[in-house]
């Protein structure tokens, strides 16, 4: 019997087409996007983009980390990004003050804490356990002059994250026992903090589910969690 759990042909040729001939003109438009919320973010996003094209490049180099330690695809090592678009969309849900201090855990190429460093002006920290990821992020920050964007070349399960207001986790990939040690880790954030999850949310008695949200990923569809530390 066939197994149910493989991904059919044409939806691989289908996904191959997206990340390897649309993938410039998408990110084209995102740009567009971008630019007409946000003007200010034009050297700096035109300058990511010289890092990077497209994120089929950030998949590469997460790729050739995770092959040098023999990690498969589909553990929490495997790369997608956030569409700047939806993440825009997020922010607008979330009540952002010069109190608070952004944090993204598992931030692989760093567009969303620059962009949060560039536009919001408050502290961020961006954690990843990729080496290339974070040498390219914190020199586009120092190029840019974003002196309060920390990149933290890290595990995020066991560095210091206790200055963090707003959380953001592209947990997709993450297994169960992680979320679960996520989950431990962040119930001991202050009261009201902010945590976003996408594809599945924090558990446990700690935290209040503010709102789900839908958003376009480079994987599909997925459902967003706005939750706060009760
Ligand atoms: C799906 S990517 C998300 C990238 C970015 N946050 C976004 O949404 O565009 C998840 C990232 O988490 C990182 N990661 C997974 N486990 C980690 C850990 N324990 N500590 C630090 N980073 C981790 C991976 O290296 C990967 O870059």
């Given at each position: 019997?066939?197994d149910?759990?493989l991904?059919p042909?044409?939806?691989?040729l289908?996904l191959r087409?997206?990340?390897y001939?649309?993938?410039?003109?998408?990110q084209?438009?995102?740009?567009?996007?971008?630019?007409?919320r946000?003007?200010e973010?034009e050297?700096l996003?035109?300058?990511?983009?010289?890092t990077?094209?497209?994120?089929?490049?950030?998949?590469?180099l997460s790729?050739?980390?995770?092959?040098?330690?023999?990690?498969g695809?589909?553990?929490?090592?495997?790369?997608?990004?956030?569409p700047?678009?939806?993440?825009m969309?997020?922010?607008?849900?979330?009540?952002?003050?010069p109190?608070?201090?952004f944090?993204?855990?598992?931030?692989?190429?760093?567009?969303l804490?620059?962009?949060v460093?560039?536009v919001?002006?408050?502290?961020v920290l961006?954690?990843?356990?990729i080496?290339?990821?974070?040498?390219?992020?914190?020199?586009?920050?120092?190029?840019h002059?974003?002196?309060?964007?920390?990149?933290?070349?890290d595990d995020?399960?066991?560095?210091?994250?206790?200055?963090?207001?707003?959380?953001y986790?592209?947990?997709?990939?993450?297994?169960m026992?992680l979320?679960?040690?996520l989950?431990?880790i962040?119930s001991?954030q202050?009261?009201?903090?902010?945590?976003?999850?996408?594809?599945?949310p924090?558990?446990?008695?700690?935290f209040?589910?503010?709102?789900?949200?839908?958003?376009?990923?480079?994987?599909?569809?997925?459902?967003?969690?706005?939750?706060?530390?009760?």
């Open positions: 019997m066939a149910k759990r991904i042909w044409w939806r691989l289908w087409f997206r990340l001939w649309l993938a410039p003109w998408l084209g438009i995102q740009l567009g996007f971008l630019l007409l946000h003007k973010m050297p996003a035109l300058d990511y983009l010289r990077y094209n497209t994120m089929v490049h950030a998949m590469d790729t050739q980390t995770r092959e040098a330690e023999g990690s695809l589909g553990g929490p090592l495997t790369y997608g990004e956030t700047w678009t939806t993440f969309k997020v922010l607008e849900h979330v009540p952002i003050g109190q608070d201090v944090v993204d855990l598992g931030c692989g190429a760093g567009f804490c620059l962009l460093a560039k919001y002006e408050i502290p961006g954690v990843d356990l080496p290339g990821f974070i040498t390219r992020g914190q020199s586009l920050a120092a190029q002059g974003l002196f309060k964007l920390e990149f933290r070349c995020f399960t066991s560095t210091d994250l206790s200055q963090g207001t707003i959380f986790i592209t947990c997709t990939c993450f297994p026992v979320m679960e040690q989950s431990r962040l001991r202050p009261s009201g903090t902010w945590l976003i999850t996408v594809t599945r924090l558990s446990g008695p700690s209040e589910l503010i709102k789900t949200l839908t958003g376009r990923y480079s994987w599909g569809k997925d459902e967003i969690y706005l939750q706060r530390v009760r």
